[in-house]
């Protein structure tokens, strides 16, 4: 019988952009595999792909059709695997699975950064932690990809079979890594930077969580002082137009690129000078793995991943989220002193061997290894009891 695995997600981009790796393993495997997620992209090594109505909000009325039509899908095809991924895609994957769990498929959900945690709202313990503390009794192997979400579920005794941690989804260090100075210019000149001008990046999208009005307004603090200061700011979102405002409030807007969704954040990184992050809340996040990989120094806000990622002195700074002050005299650090931009960045490209894509794909392939092993020795004593 073809061994057959089903990927699940909120959106499908989550794994063009996160997965495809692990989607061409199985299939070098000699596995069949399938997708699930709402969204139309067309996804290479896969054999099917499901487009059902997942919603990010837990309280949205499809969500009820999307388990429906989850569970249909998994009780057709009898998988060997299924591994869900995003806090919706989690849940109801789980819950669509209660059933084919008892008759041997396998369940596995990574938490890309449980939504509570050290420091997080009170509303976020009281919605999502039991949530994730029942939906633990549904899955056969939890993955964490932070310290601490790892000894959260530990400590909590969360009822998964196994809790795993590994290194994130894996940053490409043959892509992302560092430049010459002839190379950092051309980049520059192709997309209209000077060599001397102060280059700053962030790729994330324009909400809430990502606080990048904290960005903004540290610019416009060191305004005067670094004139050729130039903060890039790649990424759409709800907030995008409030961000464009503030900046105009703070006249710094001439200073500020809104460069909208990007295809070429590798080459964006590689022109840059530092790395900024000013989110409130963050699992293990890529653009800063990315960042580090191409050798830059990284300024960023206090929280688990940026945490986990950053230490202080050694490859960069992580600040109070809302010290604007602070996070302008530390840029200020990094523009003033070459030496402290090279030590940094070396550290951080060192760091990032244990981060990489070869060394995740091999954490990844150890765990799913014992899943298969499993699935074909109750294959093989279901044979046999056959002839009993």
């Given at each position: 019988?073809?061994?057959?695995?089903?990927?699940?997600?909120?959106?499908?981009?989550?794994?063009?952009?996160?997965?495809?790796?692990?989607?061409?393993?199985?299939?070098?495997?000699?596995?069949?595999?399938?997708?699930?997620?709402?969204?139309?992209?067309?996804?290479?090594?896969?054999?099917?792909?499901?487009?059902?109505?997942?919603?990010?909000?837990?309280?949205?009325?499809?969500?009820?059709?999307?388990?429906?039509?989850?569970?249909?899908?998994?009780?057709?095809?009898?998988?060997?695997?299924?591994?869900?991924?995003?806090?919706?895609?989690?849940?109801?994957?789980?819950?669509?699975?209660?059933?084919?769990?008892?008759?041997?498929?396998?369940?596995?959900?990574?938490?890309?950064?449980?939504?509570?945690?050290?420091?997080?709202?009170?509303?976020?313990?009281?919605?999502?932690?039991?949530?994730?503390?029942?939906?633990?009794?549904?899955?056969?192997?939890?993955?964490?990809?932070?310290?601490?979400?790892?000894?959260?579920?530990?400590?909590?005794?969360?009822?998964?079979?196994?809790?795993?941690?590994?290194?994130?989804?894996?940053?490409?260090?043959?892509?992302?890594?560092?430049?010459?100075?002839?190379?950092?210019?051309?980049?520059?000149?192709?997309?209209?930077?000077?060599?001397?001008?102060?280059?700053?990046?962030?790729?994330?999208?324009?909400?809430?969580?990502?606080?990048?009005?904290?960005?903004?307004?540290?610019?416009?603090?060191?305004?005067?002082?670094?004139?050729?200061?130039?903060?890039?700011?790649?990424?759409?979102?709800?907030?995008?137009?409030?961000?464009?405002?503030?900046?105009?409030?703070?006249?710094?807007?001439?200073?500020?690129?809104?460069?909208?969704?990007?295809?070429?954040?590798?080459?964006?990184?590689?022109?840059?000078?530092?790395?900024?992050?000013?989110?409130?809340?963050?699992?293990?996040?890529?653009?800063?793995?990315?960042?580090?990989?191409?050798?830059?120094?990284?300024?960023?806000?206090?929280?688990?991943?940026?945490?986990?990622?950053?230490?202080?002195?050694?490859?960069?700074?992580?600040?109070?989220?809302?010290?604007?002050?602070?996070?302008?005299?530390?840029?200020?650090?990094?523009?003033?002193?070459?030496?402290?931009?090279?030590?940094?960045?070396?550290?951080?490209?060192?760091?990032?061997?244990?981060?990489?894509?070869?060394?995740?794909?091999?954490?990844?392939?150890?765990?799913?290894?014992?899943?298969?092993?499993?699935?074909?020795?109750?294959t093989k004593s279901k044979h046999n009891r056959s002839y009993i």
């Amino acid at each position: 019988m073809q061994k057959r695995v089903l990927f699940c997600a909120t959106v499908d981009y989550h794994f063009k952009a996160f997965h495809l790796p692990y989607l061409k393993w199985f299939k070098e495997q000699g596995w069949e595999v399938h997708v699930a997620a709402s969204g139309e992209m067309k996804l290479p090594y896969v054999d099917k792909k499901f487009t059902i109505p997942v919603q990010r909000s837990p309280f949205h009325k499809m969500n009820l059709r999307a388990y429906h039509e989850l569970k249909k899908i998994i009780e057709d095809h009898q998988y060997s695997i299924i591994h869900c991924h995003t806090p919706m895609g989690g849940v109801l994957t789980r819950l669509a699975a209660r059933i084919t769990r008892k008759h041997g498929t396998k369940v596995i959900y990574t938490a890309h950064g449980f939504h509570f945690c050290n420091g997080a709202p009170l509303l976020n313990w009281l919605l999502y932690y039991p949530i994730e503390k029942v939906l633990s009794s549904f899955t056969d192997c939890l993955i964490t990809i932070n310290q601490e979400d790892y000894l959260l579920a530990k400590s909590h005794r969360f009822k998964a079979k196994s809790i795993k941690q590994v290194h994130g989804v894996g940053v490409n260090t043959e892509i992302f890594k560092p430049v010459e100075e002839s190379q950092k210019n051309q980049l520059r000149e192709s997309l209209g930077y000077k060599p001397n001008d102060f280059l700053m990046f962030y790729a994330a999208e324009f909400n809430k969580n990502k606080n990048q009005k904290l960005l903004i307004e540290s610019l416009a603090l060191i305004r005067d002082e670094v004139p050729n200061a130039r903060l890039l700011l790649a990424g759409e979102g709800p907030l995008l137009n409030n961000c464009i405002e503030i900046a105009r409030s703070l006249k710094v807007d001439d200073m500020i690129h809104f460069l909208g969704f990007r295809n070429d954040i590798e080459n964006l990184l590689k022109m840059s000078d530092l790395a900024v992050a000013s989110s409130l809340r963050e699992g293990l996040p890529v653009n800063i793995m990315e960042a580090m990989s191409c050798g830059l120094p990284v300024i960023a806000t206090i929280n688990r991943g940026h945490s986990e990622l950053v230490e202080n002195d050694k490859n960069g700074y992580v600040l109070c989220t809302d010290d604007s002050k602070n996070f302008s005299l530390k840029i200020l650090d990094v523009y003033k002193s070459k030496e402290l931009c090279k030590k940094f960045g070396l550290a951080g490209t060192n760091k990032m061997k244990t981060y990489s894509l070869s060394k995740v794909i091999t954490e990844l392939k150890e765990i799913y290894s014992i899943y298969m092993v499993e699935d074909a020795n109750e294959t093989k004593s279901k044979h046999n009891r056959s002839y009993i």
